[in-house]
């Protein structure tokens, strides 16, 4: 399998240099050369199938032989064998044709952990293979952050450095970073919101030289090989609910619109995904493009899912790449636009195919407290608020009665607790991985939203 970038200027690259590279040279981030596609009984086949070979079954295209299929099935088990819960990413009812697909099982309890996990190991095996190191520099709006340390702490080859915004995540995400005591993990608090972590993580990268003397690499959603592995929970809960016989749709609540890009590789792979309704809290760029065609920036809010303060939406590039017919030129050209004018407007057809297979809806925090507080009381489940957004979004969607829609549970409520305090008027109990950062001593600098500063702080800290 190889990648091309999708502003169309920087090398087609293999698995092992995709794994790597995170954002393309060119500014644009990589996507496979053509879509593999898995048969109707190579679908049904999975029927049964443990997560980690349904995941071994769904990368192996992309992986395109660099590692062999056992040493990746074996990889994949070892990833998900420390999760909390036999079925890794279980489906549970909360309606007559409505689910919630729990991706909080892993060590951080939320959904990154499903990729991540993968993914540290797959560094781990490619910078042994080629005697190599990395620094890893990422930003996080609360999630990723913990993630991310989580599947690379100890590891020789690594250093990693997580930007994230001073004051705007929740205790509980900032404690899940800043108290990992390796000596290989770093933790930067910018004052700034995640959009400014995220343009000086892309700065650090457009920074050539300071990007090959440190040997850069990415681990935020930017990274395709995270966007593969997450197709598997897709996968998974297609053919537990039926495909390839029964079409399915899915609501995510979204962000930076990694999570569901993943949706759309899964349905370019064969999975029956009818439809995908994105959730956004009032940081809605993505839900006022699709009402209205025209994507404008507006400042970020602070809101009781700060894992989706986002407004630029870094892989939504990805769709549009697919959607302009793969023109990386016409891609590029947009995308300055929007970098200058903070808006563009994109073209009828281009549109109309979006239009074919999202919806978006929004969901406020007053709104996201009474889901939160309703799903309680009807189902007995406790929900974080990123599930909330994307459950109410299902909830809104006209689609046939008959068919399932799957909300992605993208959070732990223990996470959330001040939210779910909000709505039912108690705390969520904290599992015992999170008793345990409560309590711990944090470790983190404070920095201004300073490119130099940053770049010094982290030449400064890389092992040699
Ligand atoms: C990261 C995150 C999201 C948003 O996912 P994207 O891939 O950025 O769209 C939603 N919910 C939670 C809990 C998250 O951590």
């Not at 042994?128 to 620094?135: I, P």
């Not at 108690?426 to 983190?444: C, H, Q, S, T």
């Amino acid at each position: 399998m190889r990648y091309v970038s999708t502003r169309g200027q920087a090398p087609v690259l293999g698995f092992e240099d995709v794994l790597l590279a995170g954002l393309a040279r060119d500014g644009g981030l990589y996507v496979p050369e053509v879509w593999p596609a898995l048969s109707a009984v190579e679908i049904r086949g999975l029927s049964g199938k443990s997560y980690a070979e349904t995941a071994t079954k769904v990368l192996v295209p992309y992986v395109g032989g660099a590692l062999g299929d056992d040493d990746l099935r074996q990889l994949l088990t070892e990833a998900y064998r420390g999760f909390g819960h036999a079925a890794v990413a279980p489906l549970k009812q909360i309606g007559p044709r409505h689910w919630l697909l729990e991706l909080f099982h892993g060590p951080t309890l939320a959904f990154k952990d499903y990729a991540l996990q993968a993914v540290g190991r797959l560094f781990d095996w490619v910078l042994a293979k080629r005697g190599e190191r990395v620094t890893i520099v990422g930003a996080t709006s609360g999630d990723t952050g913990s993630a991310a340390i989580e599947a690379c702490r100890d590891r020789a080859a690594i250093d990693i450095f997580i930007l994230f915004p001073k004051d705007r995540v929740s205790e509980v995400q900032r404690r899940q970073m800043t108290t990992v005591d390796s000596a290989n993990v770093h933790c930067i608090a910018l004052d700034g919101t995640f959009d400014d972590c995220q343009d000086m993580v892309k700065a650090m990268f457009n920074d050539q030289g300071f990007r090959d003397r440190h040997r850069l690499s990415a681990v935020n959603s930017i990274n395709w090989v995270r966007i593969a592995v997450q197709i598997a929970y897709y996968a998974a809960a297609a053919v537990a609910l039926g495909a390839p016989d029964r079409r399915i749709a899915f609501a995510v609540p979204t962000g930076n619109f990694g999570n569901v890009f993943s949706a759309y590789a899964a349905r370019r792979m064969g999975f029956p995904i009818e439809r995908l309704i994105l959730g956004s809290n009032s940081n809605d760029i993505l839900t006022r493009f699709l009402a209205s065609a025209e994507m404008s920036m507006a400042p970020v809010e602070p809101t009781l899912s700060p894992s989706m303060d986002i407004q630029v939406s870094s892989n939504f590039e990805r769709l549009l790449f697919e959607a302009l017919g793969r023109d990386g030129s016409r891609v590029a050209e947009i995308l300055r636009r929007f970098r200058e004018d903070r808006r563009f407007r994109l073209e009828a057809a281009a549109m109309g195919q979006i239009r074919g297979l999202f919806e978006g809806h929004r969901l406020d925090d007053a709104g996201t407290v009474e889901v939160i507080r309703r799903v309680y009381r009807e189902t007995g489940e406790l929900i974080d608020p990123h599930t909330a957004i994307g459950v109410a979004a299902a909830e809104r969607s006209r689609l046939d009665p008959g068919m399932p829609i799957v909300s992605l549970a993208t959070a732990h409520p223990a996470k959330f607790a001040d939210a779910i305090e909000r709505a039912v008027g108690f705390r969520p109990k904290l599992p015992e991985r999170l008793a345990a950062v409560m309590g711990a001593k944090e470790r983190f600098q404070g920095m201004p939203n300073d490119l130099e500063a940053v770049e010094a702080f982290i030449a400064d800290r890389v092992r040699s």
